[in-house]
């Protein structure tokens, strides 16, 4: 097997990993949203915050940073727009605490909403729960840089990129069949 400059071996049990979390997490979250697409609504109908449409952006943004930063590593060989890219990751996930805060003060409550808003909090909390793992994975990336993080900012990156394009999946979810 040919060595690379990026870690050889390593990275290739390093994206196969990544690619088993990935597929589990796949799973997850296809029978989580599957259980809120087939839920019925019984008491109020279900207003998705628009401040979830505004976390998208935050995850985009963050997420775009992300890839110009490795895309800039590779030329000047430092974690370029790695930390803006952790900090976009953790305003999204304080906008997501205001976001169900908005939902718990307009009444939907776990116990008293029904299953609909259960499925909705489980969602998005499991979402905040990944996000958290993964921004704990960039922030050891950039601390470890010049060491072990070096080799590990690539699956980071795209570990990143992923629950981005999950969480605009869930929106979409939330969004169609509230």
């Given at each position: ?7 050889g ?37 279900l ?27 590779i ?38 909403s ?65």
């Amino acid at each position: 097997m040919q060595q690379s400059n990026t870690g050889g071996d390593v990275n290739m049990v390093n994206r196969m990993g990544m690619w088993l979390l990935m597929i589990t997490i796949i799973l997850l979250f296809g029978s989580l949203s599957l259980g809120f697409m087939l839920t019925e609504t019984k008491k109020q109908p279900l207003d998705i915050p628009n401040i979830f449409y505004f976390n998208s952006l935050l995850l985009v943004a963050s997420s775009i940073l992300l890839h110009r930063g490795y895309t800039q590593r590779i030329k000047k060989g430092k974690p370029a727009l790695l930390l803006p890219s952790v900090v976009l990751g953790i305003a999204f996930l304080i906008s997501q605490i205001y976001a169900w805060y908005l939902l718990f003060s307009q009444g939907f409550t776990i116990d008293s909403s029904g299953q609909k808003v259960a499925y909705l909090y489980m969602l998005t909390g499991v979402h905040a729960l990944h996000l958290v793992g993964g921004l704990l994975f960039l922030v050891y990336v950039l601390a470890k840089y010049k060491g072990k993080g070096r080799k590990y900012f690539e699956v980071a990156t795209f570990f990143w990129h992923f629950l981005g394009v999950l969480w605009v999946y869930l929106l979409a979810v939330l969004t169609l069949n509230a």
